[in-house]
């Protein structure tokens, strides 16, 4: 069964063309050596839906290193109702990606 609520990273720079909620969950070293525009850093860590408003309107797209954390929280966020999406081998794929 495919999980509907990974994306490809191949999809990026379409989905940065909206105004969606994107979430870095990144530790802040590794955001500020490199990130995406439009990407807000909160550690996966310290991520707390009572601290952070996010819309349930709006899709909520996360990235962490590797795609599991993100991935992980995507999942529990979308059992509470929002429309939560991990980028498919997180950063680390984008830093590896062939050209």
């Known amino acids: 069964m495919k999980n509907t609520n990974v994306i490809p990273i191949q999809k990026i720079p379409s989905m940065l063309e909206n105004d969606y ?3 870095d969950l990144r530790d802040p ?3 500020k050596k490199v990130h995406l ?11 707390n839906l009572n ?7 709006e899709p909520l797209i996360l990235i962490c290193y590797s795609g599991a954390k993100s ?7 979308c ?17 590896h990606q062939k050209t």
């Open 71 to 77: 991935k992980k929280l995507a999942d529990d966020l």
């Open 37 to 47: 525009t439009k990407f807000t850093n909160i550690p996966y860590e310290k991520f």
């Open 51 to 57: 601290q952070y408003y996010f819309s349930k309107k």
């Open 79 to 95: 059992q509470q109702g929002y429309d939560a999406y991990s980028i498919e081998g997180g950063f680390y794929s984008i830093l």
């Open 29 to 31: 070293y590794e955001y």
């Open 21 to 23: 909620q994107f979430v």
